[in-house]
């Protein structure tokens, strides 16, 4: 059974850091990209960051680039999220997601075929 | 960047009813638009992916249509478990991928 449990969420003051993780199990975590996406409470889905399977390469939402740094493990099995210059705005519930490339029918499509549970962030001071 | 929409941003159904959510992309995305089912308390959960394909174990009343920048996903025959909020996401131009805003789906 594939399952992402994160963790770290906690409340901290602006301008604060925190470092999130999401522990993967259930499938081969080396073989995939993996994301972060966030929903601010009541409101919709933000992606935030991707990572490539080796965690050669990175990317960013505008919005977070220069503050928050996503990298992996894959000998843990474990993804993170490094927040820095926490800004309320940042408060949201934080979803790690598993991204499959599905190349079979000759265009490759990408979507997120497993989210974890989530996992809050609160910026208050 | 890519914008995505989605109308309505509710709906009243009962159960049983044919019920069709509709997104659009500032752009054309070809058919690289995917939907998710988030319930209250849980994680979104994959529904279809390129625009049409249904994600295995998804229930068949599921259906989702379109290419370019229209898309629509229809629910055959609303069932008790439906009631929950859609959204649409493009992965064409990546990153960002692009959510829409939502559509919740109430019991009338």
């Known amino acids: 059974e594939v399952q992402e449990v994160e963790s770290g969420g906690v409340v901290v003051r602006p301008g604060g850091s925190l470092r999130l993780s999401c522990a993967a199990s259930?499938?081969?975590?080396?073989?995939?990209?993996m994301h972060w996406v966030r929903q601010t409470l009541g409101k919709g889905l933000e992606w935030v960051s991707l990572i490539s399977w080796d965690g050669s390469s990175t990317y960013y939402a505008d919005s977070v680039q220069g503050r928050f740094t996503i990298s992996r493990d894959n000998s843990k099995n474990s993804l993170y999220l490094q927040m820095n210059s926490l800004r309320t705005e940042d408060i949201a519930l934080y979803y790690c997601?598993?991204?499959?490339?599905?190349?079979?029918?000759?265009?490759?499509?990408?979507?997120?075929?497993?989210w974890g549970q989530g996992t809050l962030v609160s910026v208050s001071s | 960047d890519i914008q995505m929409t989605q109308s309505p941003s509710s709906l009243s159904a009962s159960v049983g009813d044919r019920v069709t959510i509709t997104c659009r992309a500032s752009?054309?995305?070809?058919?690289?638009l995917n939907w998710y089912q988030q319930k209250p308390g849980k994680a979104p959960q994959l529904l279809i992916y390129a625009a049409s394909s249904l994600q295995s174990g998804v229930p068949s009343r599921f259906s989702g249509r379109g290419s370019g920048t229209d898309f629509t996903l229809t629910i055959g025959s609303l069932q008790p478990e439906d009631f929950a909020t859609y959204y649409c996401?493009?992965?064409?131009?990546?990153?960002?991928?692009?959510f829409g805003p939502g559509t919740k789906v109430e019991s009338k």
């Open positions: 752009q054309s995305i070809s058919h690289y």
């Open positions: 997601a598993k991204e499959i490339k599905d190349c079979s029918a000759g265009s490759c499509y990408r979507y997120f075929d497993f």
């Open positions: 996401q493009q992965s064409y131009s990546t990153p960002p991928f692009t």
């Open positions: 259930g499938f081969t975590f080396e073989d995939y990209p």
